[in-house]
């Protein structure tokens, strides 16, 4: 299984910050990365696909990349309705594997 | 636009089998890839495994003796079935559609299923 190694697990910051979360491979994955919002109580919602192909609807602000194995969500100008956790996750063979989660908070 | 909507028991017996049904609205079930995934405090999101609308399955091998994913195109409904169950089991339980890069870009809302006796 390729395992995904997400971090920070939490990050505090302010409306208006500029925010990045990683998310590392155990192995060379290309471009399968795909990034995930979720907010308490929902399903989540696919935000980023081929680790730097933003979903139709989300935001400008979020945008991802990719170095070898190693794959970075960032936001510009952080909004309220930013607040919540963000997953990564491996498409490039099955079993499909999830980071363990980032929780943005507000400070 | 399409939506998934989950159904089944949400208290399960240790031992016993938990059944869900995703039924597709808004949409048809063929041309797609479908994927069972659950979400609990300790172990996350885990991908359960997925089926095509042909009835071609993968799934994830830590689960795989026990799992079984159906579809059924006539009704848009696709089913997870997994067996002997333990308190382990106890999740979120979503279903979720396939995208491009197999991205999942719609998903249920998710049912929770608890395994107790």
């Known amino acids: 299984d390729i395992q995904m190694t997400q971090s920070p697990s939490s990050l505090s910051a302010f409306v208006g910050d500029r925010v990045t979360i990683t998310c590392r491979a155990s192995?060379?994955?290309?471009?399968?990365l795909n990034w995930y919002q979720q907010k308490p109580g929902k399903a989540p919602n696919l935000l980023i696909y081929?680790?730097?192909s933003l979903i139709s609807g989300v935001p400008s602000r979020f945008s991802g990349s990719a170095s070898g194995t190693d794959f970075t969500l960032t936001i510009t100008s952080l909004q309220p309705e930013d607040f919540a956790t963000y997953y990564c996750?491996?498409?490039?063979?099955?079993?499909?594997?999830f980071g363990q989660g980032t929780k943005l908070e507000s400070k | 636009q399409v939506q998934l909507q989950e159904s089944g028991p949400g208290l399960v017996k240790p031992s016993e089998t938990l059944s869900l049904t995703c039924t597709v609205s808004?949409?048809?079930?063929?041309?797609?890839?479908w994927s069972w995934i659950r979400q609990s405090p300790g172990k996350g999101l885990e991908w359960i495994g997925y089926?095509?609308?042909?009835?071609?399955?993968n799934y994830n091998p830590s689960l795989q003796s026990r799992v079984a994913i159906s579809v059924d195109t006539s009704k848009n409904q696709f089913s997870l079935k997994l067996s002997s169950v333990t308190s382990a089991d106890t999740a979120v339980y979503f279903c979720?559609?396939?995208?491009?890069?197999?991205?999942?870009?719609?998903w249920g809302q998710g049912t929770v299923v608890s395994v107790s006796s």
């Open positions: 192995q060379s994955m290309s471009s399968y």
């Open positions: 979720a559609r396939h995208y491009y890069d197999d991205a999942f870009d719609v």
């Open positions: 081929g680790a730097s």
């Open positions: 996750q491996q498409s490039y063979s099955p079993p499909y594997t």
């Open positions: 808004g949409g048809s079930i063929s041309g797609f890839y």
């Open positions: 089926i095509y609308y042909n009835g071609n399955t």
